[in-house]
């Protein structure tokens, strides 16, 4: 029987498509397979480019406060150099004034002989004793200095009297 059976068309035409569908069952299933795969790899890969774009965005935010205190900066060193310059000018006044006026009082003591001798009078003791400070070195010296035992005489009488 089975010599018979192998020799009609019919049974090769059914082994072939037998074959036929075997190999198309197992080509179904290597796609798929290899579909479920790549859809892994494609979701790996998505996730991957999210976290990409995240940390891009990050970079991106960080740089522009950096831009931003950059510029904050900047404008504070051109406020600053602004102000020493008008510092720098105004000290630069002060000096020629101030030498303006010493170079007057040496004229003025050269021509007025009663200017002369008043200036160069030593000052009374009670301004001397102003002008003199000991060496505080916090707020209980400063108040030892004040209440110190030469008080500073009434109004109307002078030092001595």
Known sequence: MWPNLLRSPLTWLLLAL???LVVALAG???SAT??????GQV???KTDLKAANDKATEAERREKTKDGAIDTLTGELDAQATAAATLQRQLGDLTITAA???D?????KRENAELK???DRPLPD?????????ALTGAADYQAHLSGADPLPTAGRQPGQ
């Open 117 to 119: 001798e008043w200036a």
């Open 34 to 39: 290899s579909a479920a795969t790549a859809q």
């Open 28 to 30: 179904w299933g290597w």
């Open 18 to 20: 037998v074959v036929a």
């Open 100 to 102: 303006t006026r010493a």
């Open 43 to 45: 979701s790996t890969l």
């Open 126 to 134: 009670p301004v001397v004793r102003l002008l003199q400070r000991p």
């Open 104 to 108: 007057t009082i040496k004229r003025l």
